[in-house]
């Protein structure tokens, strides 16, 4: 009776070992597709986070040039605006020289012969 004792438990051990194996085996096929599907969700995950990346480059790309390009038309326009007072204030000072060119030699003429003109 022992013997059958032995017999059934050893069975039963045996039994329990390959439950045990078999669960093993299961969990980890598990843990091999959590893996597998963790490295998929981070290579998706780091394409987003590239796009997202390259995206933003040409956004800044765009607005600094946008920005440029308005500093530059800004700059012209300044420019524009200073050469047109240069222009208009020369204008000024070239004609106060031709008026007072008159007086002058008027004076000179005067001065040379002895104020009888």
């Known amino acids: 009776m022992a013997h059958q004792h032995d017999a059934a438990r050893s069975s039963s051990d045996e039994q329990i070992l390959h439950q045990i194996a078999t669960k093993e085996r299961e969990l980890q096929e598990q843990l091999t597709q959590a893996q597998r599907e ?13 796009a997202i990346l390259s995206s933003a480059r040409e956004q800044v ?23 047109s007072r240069a222009r208009a204030d020369a204008e000024a000072i070239r004609k106060r020289a031709q008026e007072r060119m008159g ?6 003429v005067r001065e040379v012969l002895g104020g009888t003109a």
């Open 38 to 50: 963790a490295a998929r969700i981070l290579e998706e995950a780091q394409r987003a986070a590239d």
């Open 61 to 83: 790309r765009h607005e600094s040039a946008a920005a440029s390009r308005e500093a530059a038309a800004e700059a012209q326009a300044i420019t524009e605006q200073v050469l």
């Open 103 to 108: 007086r002058a030699v008027e004076l000179v």
